[in-house]
């Protein structure tokens, strides 16, 4: 803190007396640090003000009258990992802009910003422009570049850790390095919730040195205290689900306790979870009570309405995905609901923190498991936040396949020597151990595409000019380049548009507002006249016309819900070990619901409860198979990954193997073979099938195999810029792109293996689709601590898992009903009753 508290101009000092209100400590130190010109990272929980303290030092700097320019007179950027919320912080800060009587400019750059605006703000930007990484990555490619920020004073990071652990992460740190080289003076101040590690943040606001040692110059001004949040479990007089992720069962509870609110956002991890919860809502809707829906597959226009609405307080509650994490302030949210298990610890916190949006004031939340091990996961989540424990990993070595992607866009803006566009790179946090070798490799790949497809002139991106710099090769390189910059890489979209029922001839009518984009995985699996939920609404198949769905308004019971790619979090390794510790303490479960607790108690009974840190492995026959249940509650991925080398395995074994099935607490794998007989006979040992050395040949041999590895090398493809999706009036599609990296991908795999992007796939590999970094832990972990446990039957424990074994796509109530009847039988068939 410094010695003597800053002054504010009059003002400034005004607005916050009318307000009585008196600048916090923390506000007070930002614009010390400012005035010292000392990047800074703040560290505050939710509703401490840090966004006016993020922008408290512009607002004291450009009130004090007009400034020199020598650029185009941007002063402070301001970088948001949503949407959303940089709408949300320009609402906020225009009020009191206009209130303070500054006059201070300020716009909004997003993905939904018209062509036009965006291309006046590159010649007549504000003094204060909102925008995303993706859009700074595409101010930075164009030739003006250094004009348009050569005045910039001020970068302001908001909700850093939520942009750190990602590949936008990786963009955005490689983009501060070039902002940092066109404005040398600039200063940076990074707001961030709670975190377990700040020094993984501070490296962001200052440039790196050596790769051995990051130097952190920046300072840390942290905010203690706040609130302890409340946080319950739903109590619902309906029996839980033993699995399903929807929680309908709890449907009239969550309405129940919306309508006893004046706002209530109700979380969710999808978009498919988001659609289904929002069509229920409204079933048990009688009071008829204004509920809008958010995710980010819905149109900008329909998102921008609902936001509206909220800041207006003319809803009462809100289905939403992270499109509504982060730091917005939608004003008085007075219940945060979040259905299924939220994954982690930290992302809880976060969501939680919507409500009562004041640091003086407990944040309010209910969860609400979707099955039975849900309400375990649960009750650690709760027990995680009520402790302020945090999870989130911040630390992340940078993607090749993202610098590969930052130097074309460099090249995109003007020629550049490789020596120096290599020290800027590794003054990039994430990138500051990145070896000369691995960068001219990534040259290499930007200017030829590497070995085996140099002899293809489409993949020659960049060539050396007279004077040694290396340029791009075309001008449409650079147009094409800006039509794909960034690291999102969704599914392939089309676009839904609302039309009337079809004619008199069968032909769907056209015409009618889009209501936005689901898969085209979805729809090309639909039947003819299918209905299904989007945008809120139960709307019927029509017809399909090049990258748009026809669809027409329709009444169902079941209709289907469409799924998307992504969301899909594992449970992190923290919420796991709460998970594992809490079944193997039988003095907690009297505090479970009660039909888990009599769950536990009859694995119990007819199995074993694992200790913490042992895996519990159950074999036992079952309809003319022999069934392997693992236990290992990693995740859904990790056990995916687990599953397939767990099935080749046993195939050399003798067990027969027929298939497996995972979720994100235990696997199963079946077969024809008597798994607990080749264990007894010594022919099949668990240490031997569950040793780390399956990382090695037949992780290998598998993913020569997978399609999942074909998967992860598509997206590293499209971000690298091997495979362009976008091009001039046109998409291609999603099976265009999966046939060109596919081909690409084989033809690397024979003759160029050691590939710049087979190494960038790798990498995504071990901590995404395959979690095999989380995998090689577990196998770590259990060595010397696997429980067996042969059975006659099944066990208790083991019912969610088998009851997801070739599950129909039934859906809505009929779909509860199915399981319903299945679990009975099976309980019933481990008691031995039948």
Known sequence: MPAETPTLPPQIATWFARRGWTPRAHQFALLEAARQRRSTLLIAPTGAGKTLAGFLPSLVALGGGVRKKAGA?????????????????????????????????????TGDTSVARRQRQRVRPPQILLTTPEQIALLLSHPDAPYLFGDLDTIILDELHALSPSKRGDLLALDLARLRKLAPGVMTIGLSATVARPSELRGYLVTQTEPETV??????????????????ILETENDIPWTGHTARYAMREVYDAIRAQKLTLVFVNTRMQAEFAFQELWRANDDNLPIGLHHGSLDAAQRKKVEAAMAAGKLRAVVATSTLDLGIDWGDVDLVIHLGAPKGASRFLQRIGRANHRLDEPSRGILVPGNRFEVLECRAAQQAAEAGAQDAVLARAGGLDVLAQHVLGMACQAPFNPDTLYAEVRSALPYAGLTRRQFDRTIEFVSTGGYALKAYDRFAKLKPADDGLLRVANPRIAQQYRLNVGTIVDTPMLKVRLVSARGSKGRARQGGRVLGEISEGFVEQLPPRATFVFAGEVLRFEALRDTEVFVSRASAEDPMIPSYDGGKFPMSTHLAARVRAMLANPSAWPGLPMPVANWLNLQAERSIIPAPDDVLVETFPRGGRHFLVAYPFEGRLAHQTLGMLLTRRLDRAGAKPLGFVANDYALSVWGHGDISGLIADGRLSLAELFDEDMLGDDLDAWLAESSIMKRTFRLAAVIAGLIERRHPGKVKSGRQVTMSTDLIYDVLRRHDPGHLLLEAAWADAATGLLDIRRLGEFLTRIKDRIRHQPLTRLSPLSVPILLEIGQEQVFGQARDAVLRDAADLLISEAMGDI
């Not at 130097?215 to 319950?232: Q, R």
């Open 73 to 109: 007179g941007l002063f402070t950027l301001y970088v948001s990992p949503l949407k959303a919320l940089a709408a949300d912080v320009e609402r906020n800060l225009t009020q009191p802009i206009d209130e303070m009587g500054l006059k201070i400019r300020t716009e909004t750059r």
């Open 215 to 232: 130097t952190l110059l920046s300072d840390v001004v942290t905010v203690a205290g706040g609130a302890k949040p409340e946080i319950s």
